[in-house]
């Protein structure tokens, strides 16, 4: 996550970098979220699975002024 954000920010000079994830998928949000991720805002039944499950999305982002090499 450390390359993408520094490829993001520093290299191509973005102004938002944002992902989404499955809401079930607790360990890569904890993740996003350690490495400065905020929590925009949640897609009800965002995705649909091969079985045809619809699932919540979680929407996150970082801005370039909350962007740090520290």
Same mark, same amino acid.
């Given at each position: 996550? !450390?390359?993408?954000?520094?490829? +993001?920010? $520093? ?5 938002r970098?944002?992902? =989404?994830? !499955?809401?079930?998928?607790?360990? +890569?949000? $904890?993740l996003?979220?350690?490495?400065g991720?905020?929590? =925009? ?8 699975? $091969? ?12 801005l370039?002024r909350?962007?740090s090499?520290?």
């Amino acid at each position: 996550m !450390a390359w993408v954000a520094y490829e +993001a920010f $520093a290299v191509r000079k973005v102004h938002r970098l944002y992902l =989404e994830v !499955a809401a079930n998928n607790a360990r +890569a949000r $904890a993740l996003y979220e350690r490495c400065g991720f905020v929590q =925009e805002g949640i897609w009800r039944d965002g995705f649909r699975s $091969a079985d045809g499950i619809y699932s919540d999305l979680v929407a996150y982002s970082m801005l370039e002024r909350e962007y740090s090499t520290d």
